[in-house]
């Protein structure tokens, strides 16, 4: 029997939990699509596509490239 492996991402971890400088209790996905929406003037479509690259990121990856789009 194959082992089972929870690989958690960091887009499921609340905001605060994973930036010192968040106070947000909202999931990293949540922070990310509300940033995009607001700056594509609330286009769907527009706002999954630049959301769509961070599915497939790992966590180290991850990290750095939301905070370079949330914190700036």
Do not use: C, I, Q
Not at 19 to 30: A, E, F, G, N
Request: proline share 3%; no cysteine.
């Amino acid at each position: 029997m194959a082992a089972v492996v929870d690989k958690r991402s960091l887009l499921d971890e609340k905001m605060s939990d994973v930036y010192d400088w968040s106070d947000s209790d909202l999931p990293v996905r949540d922070a990310l699509w509300d940033h995009f929406m607001e700056a594509s003037n609330h286009n769907t479509d527009k706002t999954e596509a630049e959301v769509k690259p961070y599915n497939d990121m790992s966590n180290d990856e991850l990290k750095g490239k939301v905070e370079a789009v949330l914190k700036a």
